[in-house]
């Protein structure tokens, strides 16, 4: 089976500019989780999603968002970017939830200028 | 906050030697999971522990967990330069659909 995609690899924006990654998870995983990782603040979680549905959402700004779409694909959207905003974002997957092995992603590489 | 604690944050030692990293958490759980990250790329999964055990094993990896502490061990028996990685353990938080990461050890490999 092919391993969880992300897309785009790396990115540069400038402030105030919005953004939206995507993830591929592994072919019938229905779990999609995204996390942010910085130096400072390490791995933290953004959101959950099952079949389509958010389950949990970190304790973020509501500038981020995110969607799942029928085939378990999903979109994180990030407004109005800050320079804090820099970060590498990791998405995995998993059949049915955390409760299971999380297969990441390469994460995408965000530089917010 | 971060649930996880890990200790020690940085660990630098010799090829062939064991690797102890240690992981402490605030509150109940229902699995423990380990992952190593190369250089800013992504997580790769080593072991899965559940509430309910106590120690597991997978190669040269063994992992303890006593919920009584709310900590957790990492070992990696005979080191070797490929070992070199960020470790994090990471909790689900009792059905909380989310991991909760530690800031992770930094282990270094010398040959």
């Known amino acids: 089976k092919a391993g969880v995609t992300q897309t785009p690899r790396y990115l540069i924006k400038t402030r105030g500019q919005q953004v939206t990654l995507s993830c591929s998870p592994i072919?019938?995983?229905?779990?999609v989780s995204w996390y942010q990782q910085t130096p400072g603040q390490g791995l933290q979680f953004l959101f959950e999603?099952?079949?389509?549905?958010?389950?949990n959402k970190g304790n973020f700004p509501g500038r981020f968002s995110g969607r799942q779409f029928s085939n378990s694909r999903s979109e994180m959207n990030v407004s109005t970017l800050e320079l804090g905003d820099s970060a590498l974002y990791l998405c995995?997957?998993?059949?049915?939830?955390?409760?299971?092995?999380?297969?990441f992603g390469p994460g995408t590489r965000l530089l917010v200028l | 906050s971060q649930q996880g604690e890990e200790d020690p944050q940085a660990l630098s030692i010799q090829e062939g030697e064991n690797a102890t990293m240690n992981c402490s958490y605030k509150t109940s759980i229902n699995n423990l999971q380990w992952y190593r990250q190369n250089s800013g790329r992504g997580l790769v999964h080593l072991i899965l522990i559940r509430s309910n055990e106590r120690e597991k094993h997978s190669g040269r990896l063994r992992v303890t967990l006593d919920t009584s502490k709310k900590s957790s061990s990492l070992l990696i028996t005979a080191s070797r330069a490929a070992d070199t990685a960020s470790y994090f353990c990471?909790?689900?938080?009792?059905?909380?659909?989310?991991?909760?990461f530690g800031q992770g050890t930094r282990l270094t490999i010398n040959p």
């Open positions: 072919s019938g995983h229905r779990s």
């Open positions: 990471a909790t689900d938080g009792m059905g909380a659909q989310k991991l909760v």
């Open positions: 999603y099952f079949s389509e549905t958010q389950r």
């Open positions: 995995a997957s998993s059949l049915a939830g955390v409760q299971e092995t999380q297969y």
